[in-house]
């Protein structure tokens, strides 16, 4: 199992320290590490990508602190696991205004590190094959699988509708539907990729999703789809 961690601190005996422990928790552990160390949250931010599955930040840091960098982390990827490193408590309390899983007071001592990071590791075990990374005009977006309802194609423009709202990216639906077929995402037709957990109903060659939209069965791809909605709820 390979783990992408950000390490987010501007000192360099503490973030050696978080460098040290990592290395010693491969040691320990069955998991490798990828890591990228940054001095600043700017240098994070810039160009963001939601490739990292753990984000260590330093909450008291002179260009940007680690509380406003969260924030405007939390617009761009609301799944990477936040782990703060402070001096002080108050700061690390407020971080759950930003989804923060925990925090870690300095000087950190490898057993409270450890323990935190194998919680965090235990959680992302869940996480990782549940959700895809999405390429859009302004980045990229990270979202979960079990929020979208359905993919929808538009030339080369994709739509993902989601209980949080639409997102657009690029590429094909033939891509998608290779990524997806496995986690139960099935075709209606040539422009649907339909999430099975919200088909509500089925009447002719229309489809009721349970948040109330209807989309078009075409008429090739209707016993296809018809048998995957079966096979998926478990019926003959």
């Known amino acids: 199992m390979t783990v992408h961690i950000a390490i987010v601190e501007d000192e360099v005996i503490p973030r050696d320290t978080l460098l040290a422990y990592l290395k010693r928790f491969e040691g320990e552990n069955d998991v ?47 799944q990477v696991i936040l782990i ?5 408590t108050q700061y690390a309390i407020a971080g759950y205004e930003v989804s923060a899983m925990d925090y870690i007071l300095k000087p950190v001592q490898y057993y409270s590190f450890a323990m935190k990071l194998t919680k965090a590791i235990w959680r ?20 979960k699988l ?38 139960g995402f099935v075709r209606c037709n040539s422009c649907y990729l339909v999430n099975l957990e919200y088909v509500g109903s089925v009447k002719g060659y229309t489809l009721t999703l349970k948040n ?15 048998l995957a909605v079966k096979e998926y709820h478990g019926e003959e």
């Open 32 to 78: 490798t590490f990828s890591i990228d160390t940054f001095h600043s949250p700017v240098m994070l931010l810039e160009n963001y990508k939601p490739k990292y599955d753990i984000i260590f930040m330093d909450i008291q840091m002179p260009d940007m602190n680690g509380m406003e960098a969260a924030r405007r982390l939390r617009t761009v990827d609301q």
């Open 84 to 88: 703060f490193v402070t001096n002080l």
């Open 124 to 143: 992302l075990g869940g996480q990782n094959d549940d959700s895809i990374n999405v390429t859009t005009d302004t980045g990229s977006a990270r979202i």
């Open 146 to 183: 079990k929020d979208i309802f359905y993919v929808e194609v538009r030339g080369h423009m994709l739509t993902y509708h989601t209980h949080e709202g639409s997102y657009y990216g690029f590429g094909s639906l033939i891509s998608q539907e290779d990524k997806l077929r496995e986690k």
């Open 212 to 226: 109330g939209e209807e989309l078009k069965i075409s008429q090739p791809k209707k016993k296809s789809f018809m």
